[in-house]
């Protein structure tokens, strides 16, 4: 069983906090929600390991 | 007083007086089935083939009108196969293997069911249901001229019952009046609306969906024509529902479904005029197409608690309801069917105690778990019930037309196939370990080819030892049980698909397999004290 990694691992954090904003500007709410529902779907596939997903929606219900 | 709630297709059984309605006592029977529709039909064939007495009971006089369900699955087949009738069932049947998902107005992929090769039977076959009903009818008729002690008594309703310790008093009515008879099992096969379960006050509980679909059966005229595929449409630009599936019937009919939402005036839907607004939207002012059948449905999933009451046992609709999506209605009853016949036989020849039913129960409530979850999750996927689930499902249509990834979350119905009975007290501890997976204790075999014809065939009817290049005795007798033994080599196996999937990495198998096709036990080699301990087992009679 692998846990969801929860310590610091995104390189350059702040680089990739800016592309999140800035792939949402200039949407609309709509288009946001759609966006977030996509990359939520890409990221998920990527780990694709079940224990790590439900590890990860248990920690992001704080 | 015995009015048609539904208009025949067939008409089957017309009513006839029976010598039970001039008996001065009420006349006992082993079963009496209480419905004719495809369970109960079934149900009497099974039982009549054991050379059981079996009586069905239906307030009709034959299969009603309209299709209802058009998708049969392999496992179905396979059933209808052991009973002799899946023959004209193959011939009439649509054979289909390519499915397309439209978003909007984009067919964003495309799918083929690649059915594994080396079985009898396609994966599925569409076709209206009065055909299944009726070629199942057709063989009780056949059977019964061989001697089989079926007997189908068209406009005899049950009214009321009795409960009692060891039998069930049944009051029908007729249309020369009433009568009673009694039985020492009552089979439930009356439907979603079970009347029977109204009558010994069982709950049927579950979820209803706030949607409604429209159906319309259409024949096309002229040489408009669609191709043999399964088209499924999320929000169609034509605006008709707002999902809408295209399916291929025989006899050049088409099923077309229209999500049209939970607030609806059914008359004004109903209208011939209001449906037809909706076809020529989505096919075009040009197509000609006669209509054949329409009805508007609503659907739930629930399922009793549990599926035998004393004396009275339930089976098909009355004790699970799906969704239709994913074709798990009459399928699922198929193999409650399947379940229950061999179970019953044991029992009513005793040859296995009374508790041998509880298994069904277990087995068939497990069953329908398993098809409530996953129709109830295809649901979920068609008919969003939040703003969210819209945005995620949406989420995952867009990304299917870009991305491989993202099509196994496409859920518009997970076709039906046998579950596996996991836990079941009937199955023996897996003494096969290197054995593949797929046919483990519990599991409905896979069919395979031999040199000459195909396994299943082989499989079935009574407790069989397969033994697959393993010594085994020639025959194999317990406590009245005769259990056939089906012996086969690499030379039977030319595809090497048996060994695939029953082998594995296995030398040698010895499999105990059960009257309904389910593997009960499996070994390396064949040991008699472990044969015998798995049989008791599979019979229920050690636990
Ligand atoms: C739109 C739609 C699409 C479907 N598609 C599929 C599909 O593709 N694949 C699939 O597998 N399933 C499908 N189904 C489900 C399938 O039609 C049912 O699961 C199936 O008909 C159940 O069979 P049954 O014999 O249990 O009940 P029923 O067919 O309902 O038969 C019950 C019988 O009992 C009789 N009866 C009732 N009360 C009494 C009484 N008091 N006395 C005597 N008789 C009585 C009735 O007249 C009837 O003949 C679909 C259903 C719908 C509505």
């Given at each position: 069983?692998?846990?969801?990694?929860l310590t610091?691992n995104?390189?350059?954090?702040d680089?990739?906090?800016?592309?999140?904003l800035?792939?949402?500007?200039g949407?609309?709410?709509?288009?946001?929600?759609?966006?977030?529902?996509?990359?939520?779907?890409?990221?998920?596939?990527?780990?694709?390991?079940?224990d790590?997903?439900r590890?990860?929606?248990?920690?992001?219900?704080? | 007083?015995?009015?048609?709630?539904?208009?025949?297709?067939?008409?089957?059984?017309?009513?006839?007086?029976?010598?039970d309605?001039?008996?001065?006592?009420?006349?006992?029977?082993?079963?009496?089935i209480?419905?004719?529709?495809?369970?109960?039909?079934?149900?009497?064939?099974?039982?009549?083939?054991?050379?059981?007495?079996?009586?069905?009971?239906?307030?009709?006089?034959?299969?009603?009108?309209?299709?209802?369900?058009?998708?049969?699955?392999?496992?179905?087949?396979?059933i209808?196969?052991?009973?002799?009738?899946?023959?004209?069932?193959?011939?009439?049947?649509?054979?289909?293997?390519?499915?397309?998902?439209?978003?909007?107005?984009?067919?964003?992929?495309e799918?083929?069911?690649?059915?594994e090769?080396g079985?009898?039977?396609?994966?599925?076959?569409?076709?209206?249901?009065?055909?299944?009903?009726?070629?199942?009818?057709?063989?009780?008729?056949e059977?019964?001229?061989?001697?089989?002690?079926?007997?189908?008594?068209?406009?005899?309703?049950?009214?009321?019952v009795?409960?009692?310790e060891?039998?069930?008093?049944?009051?029908?009515?007729?249309?020369e009046?009433?009568?009673?008879?009694?039985?020492?099992?009552?089979?439930?096969?009356?439907?979603?609306?079970?009347p029977l379960?109204?009558?010994?006050?069982?709950?049927?509980?579950?979820?209803?969906?706030?949607?409604?679909?429209?159906?319309?059966?259409?024949?096309?005229?002229?040489?408009?024509?669609?191709?043999?595929?399964?088209?499924f449409?999320?929000?169609?630009?034509?605006?008709?529902?707002?999902?809408t599936l295209?399916?291929?019937?025989?006899?050049d009919?088409?099923?077309?479904?229209?999500?049209?939402?939970?607030?609806?005036?059914?008359?004004?839907?109903?209208?011939?005029?209001n449906?037809?607004?909706?076809?020529?939207?989505?096919?075009g002012?040009?197509?000609?197409?006669?209509?054949?059948?329409?009805?508007i449905?609503?659907?739930?999933?629930k399922?009793?608690?549990?599926?035998?009451?004393?004396?009275?046992?339930f089976?098909?609709?009355?004790?699970?309801?799906?969704s239709?999506f994913?074709?798990?209605?009459?399928?699922?009853?198929?193999q409650?069917?399947?379940?229950?016949?061999?179970?019953?036989?044991?029992?009513?020849?005793?040859k296995?105690?009374?508790?041998?039913?509880?298994?069904?129960?277990?087995e068939?409530?497990?069953?329908?778990?398993?098809?409530?979850?996953?129709?109830?999750?295809?649901?979920?996927?068609?008919?969003?019930?939040?703003?969210?689930?819209?945005?995620?499902?949406?989420?995952?249509?867009?990304?299917?037309?870009?991305?491989?990834f993202?099509?196994?979350?496409?859920?518009?119905?997970?076709?039906?196939?046998p579950?596996?009975y996991?836990?079941?007290?009937?199955n023996?501890?897996?003494?096969?370990?290197?054995?593949?997976?797929?046919?483990?204790?519990?599991?409905?075999?896979?069919?395979?080819?031999?040199?000459d014809?195909?396994?299943?065939?082989?499989?079935?009817?009574d407790?069989?030892?397969?033994?697959?290049?393993?010594?085994?005795?020639?025959?194999?007798?317990?406590?009245?049980?005769?259990?056939?033994?089906?012996?086969?080599?690499?030379?039977?196996?030319?595809?090497?698909?048996?060994a695939?999937?029953y082998?594995g990495?296995?030398?040698?198998?010895?499999?105990?397999?059960?009257?309904?096709?389910?593997?009960?036990?499996?070994?390396?080699?064949f040991?008699?004290?472990?044969?015998?301990?798995?049989?008791?087992?599979?019979?229920?009679?050690?636990?």
């Amino acid at each position: 069983m692998s846990d969801v990694n929860l310590t610091p691992n995104i390189d350059r954090p702040d680089d990739f906090y800016a592309d999140l904003l800035g792939a949402h500007e200039g949407l609309s709410k709509e288009q946001s929600d759609a966006l977030n529902a996509r990359l939520i779907l890409v990221l998920a596939n990527h780990i694709g390991d079940s224990d790590v997903l439900r590890g990860a929606l248990e920690a992001a219900k704080l | 007083m015995l009015d048609d709630r539904y208009q025949l297709a067939f008409k089957a059984y017309p009513y006839q007086r029976s010598p039970d309605q001039d008996a001065k006592t009420p006349v006992r029977h082993p079963v009496v089935i209480m419905g004719g529709g495809p369970i109960g039909v079934a149900t009497a064939l099974d039982l009549g083939r054991q050379g059981i007495r079996a009586i069905v009971l239906d307030d009709h006089e034959g299969v009603g009108m309209g299709s209802r369900a058009i998708c049969f699955a392999k496992r179905s087949l396979e059933i209808a196969d052991r009973y002799g009738c899946a023959g004209p069932m193959l011939e009439k049947g649509v054979v289909w293997n390519v499915g397309k998902v439209f978003y909007e107005d984009r067919n964003v992929f495309e799918f083929n069911l690649l059915p594994e090769d080396g079985h009898k039977f396609p994966a599925f076959i569409n076709m209206q249901q009065p055909y299944f009903e009726q070629f199942m009818i057709d063989r009780v008729r056949e059977l019964q001229a061989k001697g089989a002690p079926i007997e189908l008594r068209g406009k005899n309703r049950v009214d009321s019952v009795e409960m009692k310790e060891d039998h069930v008093v049944i009051h029908v009515m007729t249309l020369e009046g009433p009568y009673t008879i009694e039985a020492d099992w009552l089979i439930g096969a009356d439907g979603a609306n079970s009347p029977l379960r109204g009558m010994l006050g069982l709950e049927f509980e579950g979820r209803v969906f706030q949607d409604s679909f429209l159906i319309a059966d259409i024949k096309m005229k002229g040489d408009a024509s669609f191709p043999t595929e399964r088209w499924f449409w999320f929000e169609p630009p034509f605006k008709s529902g707002a999902s809408t599936l295209l399916h291929k019937q025989p006899d050049d009919v088409w099923r077309i479904d229209f999500q049209i939402g939970w607030d609806v005036d059914r008359k004004e839907e109903m209208k011939e005029e209001n449906i037809r607004a909706r076809l020529d939207a989505m096919l075009g002012p040009d197509i000609e197409y006669e209509m054949v059948w329409s009805s508007i449905y609503t659907f739930q999933c629930k399922r009793m608690d549990r599926f035998r009451e004393g004396r009275a046992l339930f089976a098909g609709d009355s004790a699970h309801q799906v969704s239709p999506f994913g074709a798990r209605g009459a399928n699922s009853g198929m193999q409650d069917v399947d379940n229950l016949g061999w179970k019953l036989g044991l029992v009513l020849s005793s040859k296995a105690p009374e508790t041998l039913l509880d298994s069904y129960d277990f087995e068939r409530g497990h069953g329908a778990d398993e098809n409530i979850l996953n129709s109830t999750r295809a649901t979920d996927f068609i008919t969003p019930k939040s703003e969210i689930s819209k945005i995620f499902r949406n989420a995952v249509l867009n990304l299917s037309e870009k991305h491989a990834f993202a099509r196994p979350l496409v859920n518009s119905g997970r076709l039906s196939v046998p579950c596996t009975y996991d836990g079941s007290s009937l199955n023996s501890v897996d003494g096969l370990n290197a054995g593949p997976l797929r046919t483990r204790p519990g599991s409905s075999c896979p069919d395979a080819p031999l040199a000459d014809g195909f396994l299943l065939p082989e499989l079935g009817d009574d407790f069989v030892i397969l033994a697959i290049d393993a010594e085994a005795p020639g025959a194999f007798e317990q406590s009245g049980l005769n259990v056939r033994v089906v012996s086969v080599s690499s030379v039977d196996d030319p595809s090497g698909q048996l060994a695939g999937r029953y082998l594995g990495e296995a030398h040698s198998a010895v499999y105990l397999i059960r009257p309904d096709q389910h593997v009960a036990a499996r070994f390396e080699h064949f040991c008699e004290a472990s044969m015998r301990a798995a049989l008791r087992r599979a019979s229920g009679q050690e636990a």
